[in-house]
């Protein structure tokens, strides 16, 4: 038996084509592994989303292949955002102690956001304390007008994420801010300018980072009315960075990006595990999007997900 074992490559259906830049996905697949440890067998996962990752899945399994036998077995969690490795294989080693210790928690819940789809009228949508709105799609007045409707019809304590991607120009966000009627409703507008330097010139809105956070962190200029920082595990930050991250005082909210259960149940550890983020209403409700052929934790229609035993 060799001392790291590769399961059968196994994938996820999306029950909608998935475009991802310029590639339209139908699944996702993901490779689970295990490798023997000083702390036991360890089981981990592999997987890619084309188009967004910069790794695809043969690449991932090379990388790990290149790591010994003994630096497996000796492996520190601690030490793992050392490794040079990428940083997609880093999370994946981190979620690997993370499993580990997931039999210790049960029924534990983690708050996560919901993902309003135009068109489709969803009254338990409108309970959620977070919903996820993309803008910027649509005439300008037509989504100011659909956006006061939600408030008008959502608990008194839901806050509104508006994702723009980075599609509005300075003008058009003042103007869609000017126009939503009880601004209060509103935590925030993701990345939403094409323009990243005209964020310097905003006030009074309030504006969370995404694509933008690496550069605005490694060149030390954070726009004043950033009050969230959105980070997707694997992508730019591992764990043990993202951890490091509330040494900015801005709230820290976890991105999916369409990871399979498995590694889903390492993140509801994680942010179990870290107060500063056990607060948050996280982005991890993209299991939804797939025909789901096993589970490690159950969902509410709004607002939570549930480690199972």
């Known amino acids: 038996m060799t001392h790291l074992r590769f399961k059968e490559i196994d994938s996820l ?12 996905l139908t699944e996702k ?20 989303l084309e188009g967004l990752h910069t790794k695809g899945l043969k ?10 036998k003994e630096e497996l077995y000796q492996l520190d ?20 102690f993370l499993f580990q210790r997931k039999e210790r928690y049960t029924n ?24 996820k709105v993309k803008i910027g799609r649509d005439e300008l007045e037509k989504e100011i ?12 304590d839901t806050l509104l994420r508006l994702d723009a991607n980075r599609s509005l120009s300075k003008r058009q966000l003042e103007q869609f801010w000017n126009g ?21 010139a905003i006030n009074d809105i309030p504006i969370a980072l995404d694509e933008n956070l690496e550069k605005s962190l490694r060149e ?38 369409f990871e399979g259960p498995f590694t889903l149940a390492c993140y509801c550890v994680f942010i179990h595990e870290n107060e500063e983020l056990k607060g948050q209403f996280h982005g991890l409700d993209t299991m939804s999007a797939f025909f789901i052929q096993e589970n490690l934790f159950t969902r509410t229609t709004c607002g939570s997900i549930f480690l199972i035993p």
């Open 13 to 24: 259906l999306f029950k909608n084509p998935m475009t991802i830049g310029k590639k339209v």
């Open 29 to 48: 697949e993901f490779l689970r592994f295990e490798f023997d440890h000083k702390d036991g067998v360890l089981m981990g996962e592999l997987s890619s």
């Open 59 to 68: 690449d991932l399994i090379e990388e790990l292949g290149q790591l010994s």
């Open 77 to 96: 969690e601690l030490s793992i955002s050392e490794l040079d490795v990428s940083c997609q294989l880093k999370v994946a080693l981190q979620c690997c």
């Open 108 to 131: 534990i819940p983690i708050q996560i956001n919901s993902l309003h789809v135009p068109g489709f009228n969803n009254k338990e949508l409108l309970k959620a304390k977070r919903i």
């Open 145 to 156: 007008h659909d956006i006061n409707q939600i408030i008008e019809n959502c608990s008194k």
């Open 180 to 200: 939503i009627t009880k601004k209060e409703f509103i935590e925030y507008f993701e990345e939403p300018l094409s323009n990243f330097e005209e964020l310097f």
């Open 220 to 257: 030390k200029r954070i726009p004043s009315q950033v009050t969230s920082f959105v980070v997707k595990p694997g992508l730019n930050f591992d764990l043990k960075q993202i951890k490091e991250l509330k040494k900015s005082q801005k709230n820290i909210i976890l991105s999916s990006a």
